[in-house]
C-alpha cells in the first residue's frame, strides 16, 4: 500500500523536473530556470502524493488519473491567477 505513494511522489518529482525544464524554451523565463524547476518539482511531488493517496483507496488506475490530472489543473490554475495579479 504505501508503495503506491512512493510512486506517486517519485513520478511527480521527475515529471515535474520535466516540466521546469520546459521553461528553458521561453527566452524571457530562462533567467529564472531554477526557480521554475524547484516550484515544478514542488507541485509535482503534491500532485504525486495526493494521487498515490488516492491509488491506495482505488485498485483501478483508470480512475486514479483523472483525479490526478484534475489537482495537476488546479495547481497550475492556482499558479496562473497569482502571476496575473
Same mark, same amino acid.
Given at each position: 500500500?504505501?508503495?503506491? &505513494? ?7 518529482? &521527475? ?11 521561453? !527566452?524571457?523565463? %530562462?533567467?529564472?530556470? *531554477? ?21 491506495? $483507496?482505488? $485498485? ?5 488519473? !483523472?483525479? %490526478?490530472? *484534475? &489537482? ?8 496562473? &491567477?497569482?502571476?496575473?495579479?
Amino acid at each position: 500500500m504505501k508503495n503506491k &505513494v512512493f510512486i506517486g511522489l517519485t513520478l511527480g518529482a &521527475v515529471l515535474g523536473i520535466f516540466d521546469g525544464l520546459t521553461a528553458w524554451f521561453t !527566452p524571457e523565463a %530562462r533567467a529564472g530556470l *531554477a526557480g521554475i524547476i524547484v516550484g515544478s518539482c514542488f507541485k509535482g511531488l503534491l500532485t504525486g502524493l495526493a494521487a498515490g493517496f488516492f491509488a491506495r $483507496k482505488v $485498485k483501478s488506475m483508470i480512475h486514479v488519473e !483523472p483525479q %490526478r490530472i *484534475a &489537482v495537476r489543473l488546479s495547481f497550475q490554475r492556482s499558479i496562473w &491567477v497569482k502571476t496575473s495579479m
